[in-house]
């Protein structure tokens, strides 16, 4: 019994020690008595506003200012080709010759009967040079005045005339014999047949001299028909109407062969291509750009293309043309622009890309890109707030340049300062403390703590 008792006893101590040690003195107790966490040592930089390029990129190809395919206006045996794939050649500059035998003979048959028709006329071949250049083939040349003048000096229709004018002479004075009473009604009849007579072969011989003037007329087209024939046996190079806008006239034009499909001594249908032909200099770039920048790309802006073949180089362009209309399918539009190729280092079929400048100074937002964060897909940066920083999780990344970046946001202010490093240990309202930055720091980070701590 004695025994149970002193258990009892001894268990109602230990029960109030341990009731003891659960008191302030225990690590709930420490705990509280710790306080806030401290702040957290960082460095910032400054947000700055500074010019940027606005730009849309695209990719395209590249083609001539024009690309023809030249054909044969004739048929025939090819007798000679001038030119070869690479050469550069002159507009009007000549390119195959075709055989002209037989356009020679035509052109000599039209112009033996066109000669001919002039004979009967008595007209030499100037003067009806003349007369064309003055009225033109059309029908005042074959009934007015001065055709008329011709035409009364023709030999048949002179003799007419003559004939005409003798018949009235022999009516007159058989009418006076008839008024005498010497004369008998016959004979005054006789001579009225006569006289009527003279005059419709008078108007017919007229008529007559004018078909030969339109005879004349057809064999002088006939004959203008087998000469040009005979210059279309020669292929010329085409003769642009205007010059590219980098050329001062047409004369400066050239075109570069990119293909030659005849040789000599082959025969040839009309309408047969034989060279094909490009303008190197300017080129045009055809890219197809989002349909969502329609809104930002016009004609006359900036653009710089750049090739494979020569890297880390560019080349200056301008938009030139847009077209109207979006492709169903892909959903983007054709944009024109116009590259001068005075070195010929841009070749026409290649494939290109482009940057168009749409906005050359726009004011921007930009911080280091060291301020950004991006984890698990969100994009934030952090803004020092006195002693506490504020976070900005809702950033949208934009142009980019040498250890910078713009950003925007709704909660991003244009000036202050952001975090650059410890923002591993941030939380929206951290609190902060600014410290310098650590001696192997990039110089650059250097000296914008630097700046922060002079604005201080």
């Given at each position: 019994m004695?025994l149970?008792m ?11 020690a ?6 302030e ?13 401290p702040?957290?040592?960082i ?13 849309i990129e ?7 200012w024009?690309?023809?395919t ?19 050649i ?8 075709l ?15 066109y ?26 040349l ?19 005339r003559?004939?005409?004018?003798r ?19 016959q ?9 009527r007579t ?6 017919n011989?007229?008529s ?30 085409p ?10 006239s047409?004369?400066?034009?050239a ?47 900036p ?27 892909s959903?983007?539009f054709?944009v024109?622009?116009?590259?001068p ?6 070749r ?48 949208k990344l ?16 244009s000036?202050g ?10 939380a ?29």
């Amino acid at each position: 019994m004695r025994l149970r008792m002193l258990a009892t006893a001894a268990a109602a101590i230990m029960a109030a020690a341990i009731a003891g040690c659960s008191g302030e003195t225990g690590p709930a107790a420490e705990k509280a008595e710790e306080g806030p966490p401290p702040p957290v040592p960082i460095t910032v930089a400054a947000i700055q506003r500074r010019p940027i390029e606005r730009t849309i990129e695209a990719v395209g190809s590249l083609r001539g200012w024009e690309q023809v395919t030249v054909g044969s206006k004739r048929s025939g045996r090819v007798l000679q080709v001038f030119h070869d794939i690479g050469d550069r050649i002159k507009p009007d500059e000549p390119l195959v010759q075709l055989d002209p035998v037989d356009a020679k003979l035509e052109r000599s048959v039209a112009e033996s009967m066109y000669l001919a028709e002039l004979v009967r006329l008595g007209v030499t071949s100037e003067m009806a040079d003349e007369f064309v250049r003055h009225y033109g083939i059309t029908e005042t040349l074959v009934s007015g005045p001065q055709t008329e003048a011709i035409i009364e000096k023709v030999p048949a229709v002179v003799q007419y005339r003559v004939a005409m004018e003798r018949a009235s002479q022999n009516l007159a004075r058989q009418r006076k014999l008839d008024q005498r009473g010497a004369g008998t009604a016959q004979e005054l009849e006789d001579m009225e047949s006569e006289y009527r007579t003279s005059i419709a072969a008078f108007d017919n011989a007229k008529s007559a001299a004018r078909n030969i003037v339109a005879m004349a007329l057809a064999n002088r087209v006939s004959r203008d028909q087998a000469e040009q024939k005979l210059a279309d046996l020669t292929v010329l190079a085409p003769r642009p109407m205007e010059p590219p806008p980098t050329k001062g006239s047409v004369a400066d034009v050239a075109y570069a062969v990119s293909r030659r499909s005849v040789a000599e001594g082959q025969m040839i249908r009309e309408g047969d291509a034989v060279f094909d032909l490009v303008i190197e200099n300017p080129l045009r770039l055809w890219a197809n750009v989002p349909e969502r920048y329609s809104g930002q790309i016009e004609p006359g802006q900036p653009a710089r293309i750049s090739v494979a073949s020569h890297p880390g180089r560019t080349f200056e362009a301008r938009v030139s043309r847009i077209n109207p209309t979006v492709d169903a399918a892909s959903r983007t539009f054709q944009v024109e622009a116009l590259a001068p190729n005075d070195e010929g280092l841009l070749r026409p079929g290649g494939f290109a890309k482009a940057v168009v400048v749409v906005e050359a100074e726009a004011e921007a937002t930009v911080v280091p890109i060291e301020a950004v964060v991006q984890f698990a897909g969100v994009t934030k940066l952090f803004v020092l707030e006195d002693d506490h920083v504020r976070v900005v999780d809702d950033l949208k990344l934009g142009k980019e340049g040498t250890g910078w970046v713009e950003v925007s946001s709704p909660s991003m202010p244009s000036s202050g300062r952001v975090v650059v490093t410890g923002m591993t240990k941030l939380a929206d309202a951290s609190r902060v403390v600014v410290r310098e930055p650590e001696p192997d720091a990039e110089p650059a980070l250097q000296a914008e703590a630097a700046t922060n701590g002079a604005k201080k």
